[in-house]
T-cell receptor
Framework: GAVVSQHPSWVICKSGTSVKIECRSL??????MFWYRQFPKQSLMLMAT?????????EQGVEKDKFLINHASLTLSTLTVTSAHPEDSSFYIC????????????FGSGTRLTVV | QKEVEQNSGPLSVPEGAIASLNCTYS??????FFWYRQYSGKSPELIMS????GDKEDGRFTAQLNKASQYVSLLIRDSQPSDSATYLC???????????FGQGTILTVHP
């Protein structure tokens, strides 16, 4: 089955610093990667969609200069939260998809970000 | 606005009972539907996927899709305390684009 590895699983950072979250598809090529954010007791909110080798498409209201997404290879996508603030504290989850495979959408294990 | 709505929760059922989770969607172009289970602090895990009208069974889980009524449901038979979690319904577009998630239904199975 498809496995997506997400790191780190949790991170605490100071306000104003940047944090990078990595998402790797271990046994398949992820043609598309989705990045979600989930606040406590809320559902998943899609932040952006990225296809390998092209710029990410951000959802309305998501600042692309603050949440930098790179999908440079078919197995790796990164989300960098720049100049983090306490309101960015959330659970960030990636989801990988390959249109040619019957794996559906495979989620990473998530990253709990706390900005202090 | 493409929306996925889940029936209001939380839902509490006794152990061994059938839990019924429901979901409606507004985008008639949606072709793929998924049920995910999410434990507190964890990432969602896929329970069932369904693409065609009718029922799909996998162990204790049965997903039902009715495209005419734009309705998706998940039945959990012989509910166990370990089934206690938040269940998320999600719908996908015709080209397997982004998923739209419902707000989730909290299920509690009490012994």
């Amino acid at each position: 089955g498809a496995v997506v590895s997400q790191h780190p699983s949790w991170v605490i950072c100071k306000s104003g610093t940047s944090v990078k979250i990595e998402c790797r598809s271990l046994d398949f090529q992820a043609t598309t990667m989705f990045w979600y954010r989930q606040f406590p007791k809320q559902s998943l909110m899609l932040m952006a969609t990225s296809n390998e080798g092209s710029k990410a498409t951000y959802e309305q209201g998501v600042e692309k200069d603050k949440f930098l997404i790179n999908h440079a290879s078919l197995t790796l996508s990164t989300l960098t939260v720049t100049s983090a603030h306490p309101e960015d504290s959330s659970f960030y989850i990636c989801s990988a998809f390959n249109r040619a495979l019957n794996y559906g959408y495979t989620f990473g294990s998530g990253t709990r970000l706390t900005v202090v | 606005q493409k929306e996925v709505e889940q029936n209001s929760g939380p839902l509490s059922v006794p152990e061994g009972a059938i839990a019924s989770l429901n979901c409606t969607y507004s985008d008639r172009g949606s072709q793929s539907f998924f049920w995910y289970r999410q434990y507190s602090g964890k990432s969602p895990e896929l329970i069932m996927s369904i693409y065609s009208n009718g029922d799909k069974e996998d162990g204790r889980f049965t997903a039902q899709l009715n495209k005419a009524s734009q309705y998706v449901s998940l039945l959990i038979r012989d509910s166990q305390p370990s089934d206690s979690a938040t269940y998320l319904c999600a719908g996908g577009g015709t080209s397997y684009g982004k998923l739209t998630f419902g707000q989730g239904t909290i299920l509690t199975v009490h012994p």
